[in-house]
């Protein structure tokens, strides 16, 4: 039992302190043995493998390969509960005795290094750990739970496919759907709030096209070089100059190519670059100013034609029902201390949880769990250096095990619990 529990709270989860070493072993193989969006097909075989031995009704192969476990405990709610399973393409750096070594071809055919810098493994095993314990103690509870391990949630297409593969006609109605997401804060504390919780997020490819040269003779040349390098600084200035202080949006260009050798101006550049908003109106003016941006520098440039802006992928806004987020908060301050329950803002990271939600419309809530190692995280923000402490998509990032493993088991099975019908 942790120091934080009363007994009566640990009686009512069963034996979390019992299942502790399997979820740990379970979590550092995962994170160990990473797959990329859409590829999850271990993962996803480990899920399934857990929820039958907990007694669920198991279907797989759910939007490729999602899976989803459903446990009938009588007449009652049915809540979902939710967790994605995919990876990045990022190379490990955490020095971690379980640190991934996994290199994988992704869809464009290149192979590339593959590391949980984003703790779905993590989210994994807390969803096994809470099936698992909801499994043990059904005796306290009645109505349905669906536990539902999600692919694809890195490249917006996972709920999606699912979605699309008849999540909604397959499967029992949820009265609710949970999810929770284990980012940068003191390990233990969880932090929600009401309303918009994550960002809406825009990915886009800008081609620009020029003609190429020799390097000793630019004037042959429209250089896409420049003309990127034009694009991405004045793609800078939306922000700061078109949008009123009060309305936030973040725009990052991550990915700039360009020609292959040194002295050989190339005939193309492209830009990826990535937009977070949080309301409807400042989207599409930030999407209308990047196209305006991307023509206005071909044509400043004497581009042969306009860029070719492509969208890749698209997530909408995460939006916490009040009503369910008031329920899940009340159930979450009367099992933690009042220290470990936390009210955040909006975040500009980014989801697809909200899909399910609100295209079942059904109330969902989506919260945070803490990762970083307590005292380290209290000395960064006595320090002023908390934007040193690794993010998710760093190479180096890395959740101290305990206490988020059980901690992201809790908040599971604390929130599911104030929808199940108790036992008389």
Known sequence: MTTTQTDASAARLGNLQGLLPALEELYTDIHAHPELSMQETRTAALAADHLRAAGYEVTTGVGKTGVVGLLRNGEGPT??????????????????????????????????????????????????????????????????????????????????????????????????????????????????????????????????????????????????VVMAAATVLRLQTIVSRE??????????????????????????????????????????????????????????????????????????LVNNDAAAAARVVEAFRAFFPPQRVRQTGPTSASEDFGSFGAEWHVPSVFWFVGGTDADTYAKAKAENRLNEIPTNHNPRFLPVIHPTLETGVETLMVAARAWLSPTT
Request: net charge negative; aromatic share 4%; with cysteine.
């Open 79 to 224: 809540v979902m509960l939710r967790a994605d399973m995919d990876a990045l393409p990022v190379k490990e750096a955490t020095g971690a005795s379980y640190a991934s070594k996994v290199e994988a071809v992704d869809r464009e055919g290149t192979s590339v290094p593959v590391m949980h810098a984003c703790g779905h493994d993590l989210h994994v095993t807390w969803l096994v750990g809470a099936a698992t314990l909801m499994a043990q103690t059904r005796a306290q509870w009645q109505g349905t739970l669906m536990a539902v391990f999600q692919p694809g949630e890195e490249t917006a297409e996972g709920a999606r496919a699912m979605i699309d593969d008849g999540l909604f006609q397959r499967f029992p109605k949820p009265d609710v759907v949970l999810g929770q997401h284990v980012m940068v804060g003191p390990a233990g504390a969880v932090a929600g709030r009401t309303g918009v919780i994550t960002s809406a997020a825009d990915s886009l490819e800008i081609r620009l096209f020029g003609r190429g040269a020799h390097g000793s003779m630019p004037q042959a040349s429209i250089d896409p």
């Open 243 to 316: 949008l009123a202080p009060t309305e936030a949006a973040v725009i990052t260009v991550g990915s700039l190519q360009a020609g292959t050798k040194e002295n050989v101006i190339p005939d193309e550049a492209v830009i990826k670059l990535n937009v977070r908003t949080f309301d409807e109106g400042v989207r599409k003016r930030v999407l209308d100013a990047i196209t305006r941006v991307a023509n206005a520098e071909a044509a400043a440039s004497g581009a042969p034609r306009p860029p070719q802006i492509t969208p890749l992928d698209r997530y909408a």
